[in-house]
């Protein structure tokens, strides 16, 4: 995983927490071609989440207080209202994209590029065939993104068994 702007330590708690499922799969920089909309109405699904949400920081992780939520809300609803489309067919559009990108960032698809990563690993001992399949998977579920630091993304808590 590549961390921009990262000491050395930082960058060793990142891969760590990363391997814990703690963190995204993806890059860590400016994500570039999103309209203000659709990242507004995905961080907007996201923030309605009842799972702890966070933003990546160089300290680590940010998250938003219950009693926080309603005011980000707030802002982010006026962003939608700025700069989306009145058009039905183009908003839809524009919703469509925002569902897909909240897909990308999910939980769900950080374990399969997870998965994905630890398949590929020399040494592994899954099949060439059962590689090809998730990454298939992966490739069609859940893109590769950069993720930057400024978003909130959905925790997910792992319990032990």
């Known amino acids: ?22 963190i995204p799969a993806v890059t860590v920089s400016d994500e570039p071609g999103l309209s203000a909309c659709t990242e507004a109405l995905e961080q907007l699904d996201t923030l309605k989440t009842r799972s702890p949400v966070y933003k990546l920081t160089s300290d680590g992780q940010h998250y938003i207080t219950d009693a926080d939520r309603p005011a980000e809300i707030g802002r982010l609803q006026q962003i939608i209202d700025a700069n ?31 998965k994905l990563s630890l398949m590929s690993k020399p040494g592994s001992h899954d099949s060439p065939d ?7 998977r992966v490739t069609e579920r859940c893109s590769v993104i950069e993720t930057p630091m400024n978003v909130w993304l959905v925790q997910v808590w792992i319990r032990p068994h």
Do not use: I, Y
């Open 130 to 136: 059962g590689v090809a399949e998730q990454r298939k």
């Open 84 to 114: 989306c489309n009145s058009n039905p067919k183009a908003r839809s559009q524009e919703e469509s994209d925002a569902q897909r990108l909240h897909a990308v960032r999910s939980p769900d698809c950080n374990a399969e590029r997870d």
């Open 1 to 22: 995983m590549a961390v921009t702007g990262v000491d050395a330590h930082h960058e060793q708690t990142f891969v760590c927490a990363r391997r814990l499922g703690s």
